[in-house]
C-alpha cells in the first residue's frame, strides 16, 4: 500500500525501540524437496506433511544375530530358535535376523565332489550357534492417533496389499535386474516408471528401466508429469504419453498414471484433467490413475478442500503423496492406514531400499492396481539337491586353500550354505563347521588355514551341508584335499617318466605313456599335447591321456588329426594335481611316416549343347579309408568367383561321378578346372589330382525394337521378336535404366508375351525419377532350366514435355466426413517445387475454397487430408483440382477430379445448460458447449434474474474458453434474494449470427450465512511501534499492511503475531515494503508473507468470490483507494472479517473509530486502482490455513 500520508524522514533526534515481547508459535521443522524436472513430489507445507496429527516417533526395533560357533562333531542337535523379525529403521522394512537351525541324527557319507543326492554315513557330534543379545533397544512404532477424517480409514478389515511399490525416473539412473530382485526380496511388488513430461521431454532411461523390471517379475506401471493449463494442452500430452508407452510395447492395460503437482495447473484443474482422460480413453487406456499431494483433493485429512474433485475422478484411483513421519517404514505405513479411501499412499520420498544407490518413493497399495499382477520372484537355491565342491589356491607353503561351493540347490531353496572341514589325524578333534560367504555369481566360498586346524597336515576331509528356508539341515556331499605346510611349490612338483610306443607306419599313429608317476598333490589328469612340426603349432591338439590299471596314463595320437602331415612331430606330458593347477613333465620327438591315398580323374561327357561335362575319380586307393569324394570346379574367367564344391556319387563299378554345368557358374564359357579331393574314415581331406575342361554352349538369340516413344507422356515399348531359344522360353526380362547417375533407378520389367509371338512392355520415365535424355534398354531369356542368358541392348532418346500427376481419393468416410487425395507419377520438366490441391464443395460457389500444400510421402506420392468440418461441414460433390509450383515459381494446372462426401456424425448445434446447482449457497453454473463442427463462438452473455420486473437483473459476459465454458452465477449479484431465477443465454457468432436459449428457472435459496468476526485489533500508530523506521518510512505512516497481516495471523494461528514481526520478516526477506521511493507494501508482500507463516492466499477478482470467502469464514486483506479510510491520492489497507446479509466486518489498522460493519458493494467500489494493489490482479486477497 502507498503510505496513508506524506513521506518523511527522522532528523537527528534519537527514536526510542520499542521492544514488544511476542509469543513464538510452535513450529515443525520439516524437509520440503523441490519440484524439478524429474522429481515426483512437490513442496508441503508443515500442516500438510503432518495432516493436523503429531508426528509418529519410529525407534529402531532389535535385531537377534547369531554368531558362527564352532561344535566338536559334525552332526548337530536339533534345536531351532525362533527368529524376531520387525522394522528396523527407514532404509529397510524388514529387519534382518540370523537364527541356527540344527537337526538331529542326521548322517552323511563322502561321495562325489558334485553330487545330486544325500548318502549316509555315521560322523557323529554336535553343531550349534546361540544367539547373542539384542544390540539395539526394542521398541515399537507409535499407535497414530485416531484419524477423523475422510481419507484415513484406521479400520482393521480394511485390505491393505501385501507388496508394495515404488515410483522411479531418470535420477535413479540405470537399475539392473538383480536390483530390482534386491527390492523384491523387500517386499516391493511393483514400481511406476517414469516416461514423459509435458510435450517435449522422454526419460532417456526409461527402456532400461522397464525391462529390467519385466525380467525381474515386478508389475510395472508408468506416469506422465504434467504440464497442462488448458484442454488442447491436456489432450497434447496424453498424446504425447501414449506414443512412449507405444514405443515400449506397453499393453494398454497397464497402469497409466496422470502426475499433476505444477501449481499452475490449478486453474480450471478438473476440466483440464478430464480432457486428459478422454483423450487417454479414446485411444483405448482406461486403466488410469492420478497422483498428487494430499493437499490438492477435496476429500483429505488436512481439515480443508483442495480443487481436484474425487468425486468426478473416482478416490479410489488417486495415489496420494503425504508424509507424516520421516522414520515411518513400509509395515508401519500399512498400519496407519493413510488416505486408505484412495487406491495408493506414498508415504516417503527417500527410502534407502538400495544403499549406496538413489533413494526412492515408497507407496502402499490399497487396491492391488500396482502390485496385483507382480509375479513371485524366483529362487535361485530352489530346485532338485545339487552342489559341486571346488578346492582352489592349495597353498602348501602357508597351509591353506579355499572351498568354492556352485550349483547351490535345494527343493526348499537353501538358507545358508555349511561346511565342516577336519584333518584326517586323530578323528574329528579338528572339526570346524564353516558358514560359506555368498558371492556374487551365486557361488559360495571358504578359507581354510590349517592354523585352525591343530596345524594338521595330509588329507583333510570337506563336506557339504544345507540349512533349506524350512529350517531343514540336509547332507549334500564332499571332497578331500591334501593339505602342506612349509613346502615349496618345487617339493611338491610331480615327476614321470614318459615314452613313444606303437609308432605305425601304416596308420600314421603313436601311443604317448606316461609312468613311474610321483605326485605329493595327487592327480587329477594327464595332458599330452601334440603337434607335427611343419608349419609351426597350427595343428596343434591337446590329448586327455586315458589312466591304465597298472597305473600308467596312455593316449594315441594320429596323423589323421593333424592334416594328415608326415614328418617330425612333437608331443609334451603335463600333469594337473588335484587343486588344478598343471605342471610340466617331459617331452618328445617322434617321426612320423604313412602312406597317402590316391586317384584318377578323367573328364567325360562334354555337352556343348547343354554347357556340361562330367568329372570321373577311378582307381581309388584310401589307406585310412574313404568317406567321400569331392570335386571343386570353377571357371578360370574371374578367377574362383564361380566356385563350387560338388560331392560325387559312388558308382556301382567302385568310381566316383558328378555332372557340372555352365549354369552353375555363371553361364561362364571357356576353359573351366576342376579338382578331385578324397575324405577318409578320420574326416582328413586329401588333395589327389587335377583338370582343365573347355567348354562351349549355344545362346539364345533376338531382335530388340523401340516403338511408342511419346514425349508427352515419357513412355516408350521395348518389343522382342525374331527369338531363338534352344533350350526354350521361360520369360524375357527388359532391364532399364536412365544413363543419368548410372544405375540409381535401374528397373527389371517382365515383358507380356503377344500373339505373334513377340514379347512387349512399356517403359515410363516415371519410374525412372523422370529422368530425361539417354536410356539403355537390354533383352535378357530365362530358359526352361530358370537359366537367364544375355541377348542384346539398346539406347533410348526420352522426352518429357507435359507435366503429370495422378489424382486418387481414398478413405472416403461417409460417417466423420472425411478422406484423403493421393498425388502420384508427379512430374514436369522443370522441377516441382510445391504440390497445390485447391478443394471446394459445389454447394454455394466456392465460398468454402481451400488451397492444400500436399505433403510428400517416403514413395514419392503427395497426400492431402480433407475434412467436412474445414469446409463448412458441407456435404454432396466436391471438386478436388492439381497445380503445381515449379522451380522456376511459376504455377501450372495438371488435372482434376471429383468425389462425393457424406458426414452422419456431424455435430452441429451449441448445447447450453445448467449444472452445479447448490441452492443454499444461491448458485449455480451455466455451461455453453461450442458445437465440434458448428459455427465457432465469438462472445457469451448471460441475463438473470428473479424479480418479475427484473429489478435485480445482471448480465455476465465472457468470451469462450476453449469449447466448453462455464459462468458461475451467485445470487450476490441478484441482491441475495430467494426466489425462481430465469437464466436467458445468448451466443455470438464469429460470422456474426446469435442464438438465443432460455433455460428456464431455476429455484435459489440462500441462507443468510452470518460469520461473526474475530476480535484481535493490532493499531499501526501504536506508541509500542509507531515510531519504528523501515526504509524510508516508519509504522505509523507506511505499516498499514503489517499490521494488518498481524491481525490475521493472529485470529487464524491462535498465537500473537505483533505487527513489528510481519515488518521484519517483509522488510528483511523481501523486497516488498519500503524499499523504493514510496513507501507501503506491494501485493507479493501479502502472498510472500503468508506463506511465511504457512499460510495460503488466493486473488479474489469479483464481489462474489469476496463475498464466498468471507461466508467460508476466511479473512480477506482489502487495499481501498480514496473513501472514509483514507484521502486520496493515497491507498490504505484493512481486514474484512465476517459477513451478514451483504455486510462484512472492517478493521482499519490506523483508525480505530472506522471499524464497524460495512456494504460489501461499498468496500469494492472504493478498491485501489494502484498497480503496487493490483500487480496480481486485484486488490483483494483472502488468507487462510
Known amino acids: 500500500m502507498r503510505t496513508k500520508d506524506f513521506i518523511y524522514y527522522a532528523s537527528a533526534a534519537v527514536l526510542l525501540a520499542i521492544t514488544t515481547q511476542v509469543a513464538q508459535a510452535d513450529e515443525v521443522a520439516t524437509q520440503t524437496p523441490s519440484v524439478t524436472e524429474e522429481n515426483q513430489y512437490q513442496p508441503a507445507t508443515a500442516a500438510e506433511i503432518f495432516g493436523g496429527e503429531a508426528a509418529l516417533p519410529v ?113 535413479n539412473g540405470e537399475i539392473s535386474v538383480d536390483d530390482y530382485r534386491a527390492l523384491a526380496r523387500q517386499g516391493v511388488g511393483g514400481v511406476v516408471v517414469k516416461l514423459t513430461e509435458d510435450t ?54 497397464t497402469v497409466m498414471v496422470n502426475d499433476f503437482e505444477d501449481s499452475k495447473m490449478l486453474p480450471n484443474i478438473n476440466r483440464n484433467t478430464q480432457a486428459w482422460v478422454n483423450e487417454m480413453r479414446k485411444h483405448g487406456y482406461n486403466n488410469l490413475m492420478f497422483y498428487t499431494s494430499a493437499s490438492w483433493l477435496d476429500e483429505n485429512n488436512l481439515g480443508y478442500r483442495g480443487p481436484v474433485s474425487t468425486s468426478q475422478f473416482g478416490i479410489e484411483n488417486f495415489w496420494v503423496a503425504q508424509y507424516p513421519s520421516s522414520t515411518l517404514t513400509a509395515t508401519s505405513a500399512k498400519n496407519m492406514r493413510y488416505n486408505a479411501k484412495t487406491g495408493a499412499w506414498q508415504y516417503t520420498a527417500t527410502a534407502n531400499l538400495l544403499p549406496g544407490k538413489h533413494v526412492f518413493d515408497h507407496s502402499v ?53 555349511s561346511v565342516p572341514i577336519w584333518s584326517e589325524i586323530n578323528g574329528q578333534d579338528d572339526i570346524i563347521w ?242 578331385a579331393y578324397l575324405v577318409d574314415d578320420s574326416n582328413k581331406r586329401f588333395y589327389l589330382t587335377e583338370k582343365v575342361v573347355e567348354v562351349t554352349q549355344t545362346r539364345p538369340s533376338a531382335s530388340l525394337f523401340i516403338e511408342n516413344n511419346n514425349a508427352d507422356l515419357g513412355t516408350f515399348d521395348a518389343v522382342i521378336r525374331n527369338i531363338v531359344a534352344p533350350n526354350g522360353v521361360k520369360e524375357v526380362l527388359v532391364p532399364s535404366w536412365s544413363l543419368v547417375n548410372g544405375q540409381d533407378d535401374l528397373v527389371w520389367h517382365k515383358a507380356s508375351r503377344q500373339t505373334d509371338g513377340s514379347y512387349r512392355v512399356t517403359i515410363k520415365a516415371s519410374e525412372h525419377k523422370n529422368s530425361l535424355g539417354n536410356y539403355r534398354a537390354d533383352v535378357y531369356i530365362v530358359d526352361n532350366a530358370n537359366q537367364g542368358h544375355y541377348v542384346t541392348e539398346t539406347i533410348v532418346d526420352v522426352k518429357h514435355n507435359k507435366p503429370v500427376g495422378t489424382i486418387s481419393v481414398v478413405n472416403n468416410n461417409n460417417d466423420t466426413g472425411t478422406f484423403d487425395v493421393i498425388i502420384s507419377d508427379v512430374y514436369s520438366s522443370k522441377g516441382v517445387r510445391t504440390v497445390q490441391v485447391p478443394i471446394w464443395s459445389e454447394k454455394d460457389g466456392q465460398d468454402d475454397i481451400r488451397w492444400y500444400e500436399a505433403t510428400r510421402q517416403a514413395n514419392g506420392t ?27 515459381g511459376s504455377q501450372v494446372g495438371v488435372g482434376g477430379t471429383t468425389t462425393t462426401v457424406e458426414f452422419r456424425n456431424a455435430k452441429t448445434k451449441t448445447q447450453t445448460y445448467i449444472t452445479n446447482v447448490n441452492s443454499e449457497a444461491g448458485s449455480f453454473t451455466v455451461v455453453v458447449d461450442q458445437a465440434p463442427q458448428g459455427r465457432q463462438i465469438k462472445n457469451i452473455r448471460v441475463a438473470v434474474w428473479s424479480e418479475s420486473n427484473q429489478g435485480n437483473l445482471s448480465w455476465y459476459n465472457t468470451a469462450p474458453t476453449g469449447t466448453h465454458t462455464e459462468i458461475n452465477v451467485s445470487t450476490v449479484n441478484h441482491k441475495n434474494l430467494i426466489g425462481n431465477y430465469t437464466t436467458h443465454v445468448y451466443v455470438d457468432y464469429v460470422d456474426n449470427t446469435v442464438d438465443g436459449f432460455n433455460l428456464g428457472e431455476t429455484a435459489l435459496a440462500p441462507r443468510n450465512r452470518r460469520v461473526e468476526p474475530q476480535t484481535t485489533y493490532y493499531s499501526q500508530r501504536d506508541p509500542r511501534w509507531a515510531s519504528k523506521w523501515y526504509g524510508v518510512s516508519n509504522m505509523d505512516q507506511s505499516g498499514c499492511v503489517p499490521t494488518s497481516l498481524a491481525m490475521t495471523f493472529t485470529d487464524i494461528l491462535g498465537t500473537v503475531i505483533a505487527p513489528t514481526t510481519v515488518a521484519d520478516y ?72 465476517g459477513y451478514d446479509n451483504g455486510k462484512t466486518y472492517v478493521r482499519d489498522p490506523f483508525n480505530a473509530n472506522n471499524n464497524g460493519w460495512y456494504s460489501l458493494d461499498y468496500i469494492h467500489g472504493v478498491q485501489s486502482r494502484d498497480s503496487m494493489d493490483t500487480k496480481l490482479g486485484a486488490p483483494f486477497f483472502s488468507i487462510f490455513a
Open 59 to 171: 525407534t529402531p526395533s532389535s535385531t537377534v544375530s547369531a554368531p558362527a560357533s564352532v561344535a566338536t562333531s559334525e552332526v548337530p542337535k536339533a534345536n531351532t530358535p525362533a527368529v524376531s523379525t520387525s522394522p528396523a529403521s527407514q532404509s529397510s522394512e524388514a529387519a534382518t535376523a540370523t537364527a541356527s537351525t540344527s537337526v538331529a541324527n542326521s548322517t552323511v557319507a563322502v561321495a562325489s565332489t558334485s553330487v545330486t543326492s544325500s548318502v549316509v554315513s555315521s560322523e557323529s557330534g554336535t553343531a550349534s550357534t546361540s544367539a547373542t543379545s539384542s544390540e539395539m533397544s526394542n521398541s515399537t512404532v507409535a499407535t497414530p492417533a485416531k484419524l477423523t477424517n475422510s481419507t484415513d480409514v484406521p479400520s482393521p478389515t480394511l485390505k491393505v496389499q501385501p507388496k508394495t511399490f515404488i515410483d522411479v525416473s531418470s535420477h
Open 200 to 253: 517435449w521431454y522422454n526419460n532417456p532411461k526409461a527402456a532400461s528401466q522397464v525391462r529390467n523390471a519385466q525380467i525381474a517379475g515386478l508389475q510395472v506401471s508408468t506416469y506422465h508429469f504434467s504440464r497442462y493449463t488448458t484442454e488442447e494442452e491436456a489432450r497434447a500430452e496424453a498424446r504425447f504419453y501414449i506414443q512412449a508407452a507405444q514405443n515400449l510395447n506397453l499393453p494398454k492395460s
Open 365 to 417: 497399495d490399497y487396491t492391488g492396481r500396482f502390485t496385483a499382477n507382480a509375479s513371485a520372484e524366483v529362487d535361485a537355491t530352489q530346485g532338485n539337491l545339487s552342489g559341486t565342491i571346488s578346492i582352489v589356491n592349495n597353498n602348501p607353503t602357508l597351509g591353506s586353500f579355499d572351498v568354492v561351493i556352485s550349483n547351490v540347490k535345494a527343493p526348499n531353496g537353501v538358507e545358508t550354505v
Open 434 to 675: 564353516y558358514t560359506a560367504n555368498r558371492q556374487n555369481n551365486g557361488t559360495y566360498t571358504v578359507n581354510v588355514k590349517a592354523s585352525a586346524h591343530k596345524n594338521s597336515t595330509g588329507l583333510y576331509n570337506v563336506h557339504l551341508y544345507y540349512v533349506q528356508k524350512d529350517g531343514q539341515l540336509t547332507g549334500v556331499g564332499g571332497t578331500t584335499t591334501q593339505v602342506f605346510i612349509g613346502k615349496t611349490p618345487e617339493q611338491l612338483k610331480p615327476k614321470a617318466s614318459f615314452a613313444i610306443e606303437n609308432n605305425n607306419a601304416k596308420a600314421g599313429t603313436f601311443d604317448a605313456v606316461i609312468t613311474n608317476i610321483s605326485a605329493p598333490l595327487g592327480v587329477k589328469e594327464v595332458l599330452v599335447p601334440s603337434w607335427s612340426l611343419e608349419n609351426g603349432q597350427d595343428d596343434l591338439i591337446w590329448h586327455k591321456a586315458t589312466k591304465q590299471t597298472d597305473g600308467s596314463y596312455r593316449v594315441t595320437i594320429k596323423a589323421s588329426e593333424h592334416k594328415g602331415t608326415k614328418g617330425n612331430y612333437r608331443a609334451d606330458a603335463y600333469i594337473v594335481d588335484t587343486s588344478n593347477n598343471r605342471h610340466y613333465i617331459a617331452e618328445k620327438v617322434v617321426a612320423v611316416d604313412y602312406a597317402r591315398p590316391s586317384g584318377v580323374l578323367t573328364i567325360e561327357n562334354n555337352n556343348t549343347a547343354a554347357g556340361t561335362f562330367d568329372a570321373v575319380v577311378r582307381n581309388i586307393v584310401a589307406p585310412t579309408g574313404l568317406k567321400e569324394v569331392l570335386v571343386p570346379s570353377w571357371s578360370l574367367a574371374g578367377g574362383q568367383d564361380d566356385l563350387i564344391w560338388h560331392k560325387a556319387t559312388r558308382q556301382a563299378d567302385g568310381s566316383y561321378r558328378v555332372t557340372i554345368k555352365a549354369t552353375d557358374h555363371k553361364n561362364s564359357t571357356g576353359k573351366y578346372r576342376a579338382d
Open 862 to 888: 503427395y497426400t492431402v487430408n480433407v475434412q467436412a468440418t474445414n469446409h463448412k461441414n458441407s456435404t454432396g460433390l466436391y471438386n478436388i483440382h492439381l497445380y503445381y509450383i515449379l522451380n522456376d
Open 1066 to 1137: 517483509l522488510y528483511y526477506n523481501t523486497n516488498s515494503f519500503n524499499k523504493t521511493s514510496v513507501a507501503g507494501t506491494d501485493a507479493d508482500g501479502i502472498v510472500l508473507a503468508s506463506k511465511n507463516w504457512g499460510l495460503k492466499s488466493n486473488v479474489l477478482s469479483s464481489i462474489a468470490n469476496i463475498a464466498s470467502a468471507l461466508m467460508s469464514g476466511q479473512h480477506v486483506l482489502a487495499a481501498v483507494g480514496a473513501s472514509q479510510f483514507i484521502n486520496y491520492p493515497y491507498t490504505h489497507e484493512i481486514v474484512l472479517h
